[in-house]
């Protein structure tokens, strides 16, 4: 059968391991597996938006309010804007999606950087966009420019901090690029790891307000998967001019999360004091990763996210460090596919990280005494 061509050089994107594989193939029992491959919060969720799920568990058999009224409203109120700068996507994921449908056909082309959330290239390639990485693997906002003055690309996306790699760019770095755009083209600000950056280091901190303000051709993404926890309730949002929202608007399929996604969400603009515990949590456990890295004398990129990237030496590969964790119950995000020998880790709880340490240097002392 045919299909349509573009699809041809997709490569499937390779979502984190779940825990049931592991129970599958290995046999481990589901309570001692660590998940660590997916930049979820390891704290759970609000008590609030678990409360909200089992509240309006009975009220499945009816669509969700299409407008999403209670939930923009929140959203309006958390960034000081309108509900008409605000559209919900089932996870941030179908909003990048949404963008380039509204933006872009064969004819298009699409910037970002050479290591960044695979979602962005697969979903240009889907709509025939012409891919355009920098030559650095993170954010370098000199390449930036430089590529987007000889392209001029209908999209740019900008992943402030980045997955998979935790580097973020300045602020004034991010406004530095946007300036230099053409009202035309569309920068996409992914604000997934916003709530751990900005706790890190103000200079990082986005205000989607303020580049609304400055910006008329941006979009800021924000999602409730990570810091907020509800990865598997799949909600995010983009806050842009109420001239993007409308147009996105159009694209998107009625009904697109579903009423307890819906419920849990609002419950959980309701709790900033539980983003700011697990955030503040996760900093500290940073930390520790860093140390453990620089006692082990593992290459390590400095991260203003929940994971960290650790860069292997040429002793041994990726694959083999996340296959042994994997043995041992622990899911870890192997970077091959992205072209490096490196790995990232979600920053868990305090016993998952020390477990994490303990397996990973038992690995080096096994491959030091093979040598
Ligand atoms: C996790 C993530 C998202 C979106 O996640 P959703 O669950 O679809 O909201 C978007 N961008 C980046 C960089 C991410 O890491």
Known sequence: MNFNRELANIVVYEAGKPIELLVREFGIDPNHIIKLASNENPYGCSPKASAAIEENIKKVSLYPDDSMFELKAGLAQKYALKSENIIIGSGSDQIIEFCLH?????????????????????????????????????????????????????????????????????????????????????????????????????????????????????IYLGTFSKAYGLGGMRVGYGLASDEIIKILHKIRPPFNIGILSLEAAISALKDEEFVKNSVHATLKEMQKYEDFAKKNAIDFIPSWTNFITFILNDNFSSTQLCDWLLQKGVIIRNLKSYGMNAVRITIGKPDQNHRVFELIEEFLDHRRSQH
């Open 102 to 218: 509204a933006k872009c056909n064969q004819k298009s082309s699409v910037l970002m950087a050479k290591t960044t959330f695979a979602m962005y290239e697969i979903y240009a390639k889907q709509v025939g966009a012409k891919i355009i990485k920098t030559p650095s693997h993170s954010h370098n906002i000199s390449e930036f420019i430089q590529l987007y003055k000889l392209h001029l690309p209908e999209v740019v996306f900008l992943c402030v901090p980045n997955n998979p790699l935790g580097e973020c760019l300045d602020k004034n770095q991010v406004y530095e690029f946007i300036s230099q755009t053409s009202p035309d083209t569309l920068v996409v600000i992914d604000g997934a790891y916003q709530e751990f950056a900005q706790a890190k280091d103000k200079n990082k901190a986005i205000n989607p307000a303020e580049i609304l303000e400055k910006f008329k051709n941006v």
